[in-house]
């Protein structure tokens, strides 16, 4: 089993910063794809940015040279540091993992935290 825990949300105004973070612990494993997603009030879940564990990553077009993906493999965390922030960018942020087990793959999700930029 796989817990994530977010940190890092909270209220800025627009044009601010936040960085989150997520804890993963649990039997994680060190081959995995750890990212994260959003999930804006009446809309879907969407993805954000995400990092492999060579430290690959890739960014929705929405948040390219605005958000940046980092992780630290001996501590099992990831981080999204997030610049610029504008009023669409409020939304319920999730950590995501996807592992990589024999069997085959395993996602796990955070509960979330919620990121609110006002205007």
């Known amino acids: 089993q796989v817990q994530l825990v977010e940190s890092g949300g909270g209220l800025v105004q627009t044009g601010g910063s936040l960085r989150l973070s997520c804890a993963a612990s649990g039997s994680i494993g060190s081959v995995n794809d750890m990212g994260w997603y959003r999930q804006a009030p009446g809309k879907q879940r969407e993805f954000v940015a995400r990092?492999?564990?060579?430290?690959?990553?890739t960014y929705a077009d929405s948040v390219k040279g605005q958000f940046t993906i980092s992780r630290d493999n001996a501590k099992n965390t990831v981080a999204l540091q997030m610049n610029s922030l504008k009023p669409e960018d409020t939304a319920v942020y999730y950590c995501n993992a996807l592992l990589y087990r024999p069997a085959g793959i395993e996602h796990y999700w955070g509960k979330g935290t919620l990121v609110t930029v006002s205007s």
């Open positions: 990092i492999t564990s060579r430290s690959t990553t």
